[in-house]
């Protein structure tokens, strides 16, 4: 089970950086620069961090690589050290069959993580009865963080009656919802609104392209004559890997609205949604099918100095024709999305 202090936290909504993979110019790991870039997350006020996931390269766990266990190790340490007087959560992500999934977990146990983001990609032969056998298997382990990874890189998509059944699922904590997809977000959300376990599920975005409208947006079902509301409490995003103190002011910028909304905020939130999707799209390379979105993380991160460069252990993976030039306009053009100021007084205090 998880920790209540935790869970209550994760209730109340908070930034989830999904955290990269640090290498340096031989493609080796590199430890001291995956912990610089763990401690910007610490200060930049996030509520957490997730390592092991699509962010930090689903390659680390190749054997010519074996970094799984590492990566989970150094992030589990550097939080550690930093002795925070603040809840933390450490998720780690868990990928392949049944039994990989299963010893993901212990492994994300014995470092002391809280959750597990339980990918569900790469499994496109096994049915929604043998998926929702795995998660039950891995919630016996460690408490689950769904996920609903979209088809364009690796996801595939379920059936609302497997979301019902999955919200169902004992240690079943949270969901992240990357399904970039209106329609399939809501299947989600809607068995959600019907579970006997609405209010032990935290909802949370992973649709990086509809980030902002997602935090505003309030669902409401009829259930059994009952008006029952659901909203998504945070994100667990690849795009809050950059630019997190944004994303955390943003978070409290949205609860703040929420409290007290004026339809001036609403415009200006509105403005700041597309803004944030535009940027998105070069961050993430849309158009090349995401092909990019790992380099284009790693370049955003290291203009800042939070990363050497922006290697990936596969070197086939780089910045797509014309993204380069296209994250310089999104630079110029939307100034106030990215935290430069933060980073620079960041790096200036641990020197």
């Not at 947006?217 to 008006?227: C, E, L, P, S, T």
């Not at 797509?320 to 939307?334: A, C, K, P, T, V």
């Amino acid at each position: 089970m998880l920790d209540k202090k935790l869970k209550a936290y994760l209730m109340e909504g908070i930034v989830l950086p999904a955290h990269p993979l640090c290498l340096d110019e031989h493609r080796h790991f590199d430890e001291d620069n995956q912990r610089l870039l763990t401690e910007y997350y610490i200060a930049s006020g996030a509520g957490g961090v997730a390592v092991g996931v699509h962010s930090t390269q689903f390659e680390i766990r190749d054997p010519q690589h074996n970094l799984f266990e590492k990566v989970l190790e150094v992030t589990a340490n550097v939080i550690a050290e930093k002795k925070l007087e603040r809840p933390f959560l450490k998720i780690a992500g868990i990928c392949g069959p049944i039994e990989q999934a299963i010893e993901e977990a212990k492994i994300a146990v014995s470092y002391g993580y809280d959750m597990g983001l339980l990918s569900m990609g790469g499994l496109h032969n096994a049915t929604e009865e043998e998926i929702l056998e795995r998660t039950e298997a891995v919630a016996q382990v460690i408490p689950v963080f769904g996920f609903y990874l979209q088809p364009s890189v690796g996801g595939r998509v379920f059936s609302y009656d497997f979301w019902t059944k999955f919200v169902e699922i004992k240690n079943v904590e949270a969901i992240k919802c990357a399904s970039f997809n209106r329609y399939q977000t809501l299947d989600v959300v809607r068995a959600i609104a019907y579970s006997s376990r609405k209010e032990d599920i935290a909802l949370y975005t992973g649709n990086d392209d509809n980030i902002i409208n997602d935090l505003l947006a309030v669902y409401r079902f009829d259930v059994n004559g009952k008006q029952e509301e659901v909203q998504f409490k945070g994100g667990l995003l690849g795009h809050w890997a950059v630019w997190t103190r944004k994303a955390v002011e943003l978070i409290r910028e949205v609860k703040s609205f929420k409290e007290k909304p004026t339809i001036e905020k609403w415009r200006e939130l509105q403005i700041l949604a597309n803004q944030t999707t535009d940027a998105n799209a070069i961050i993430f390379d849309v158009a090349n099918d995401f092909k990019g979105c790992i380099p284009g993380i790693h370049e955003v991160l290291r203009r800042q100095g939070l990363m050497k460069g922006i290697w990936c252990l596969n070197p086939e993976e780089i910045l797509s024709l014309g993204q380069f030039d296209e994250l310089n306009r999104i630079e110029r053009d939307y100034p106030w999305l990215n935290d430069n100021d933060f980073v620079t007084e960041f790096l200036l205090e641990r020197r």
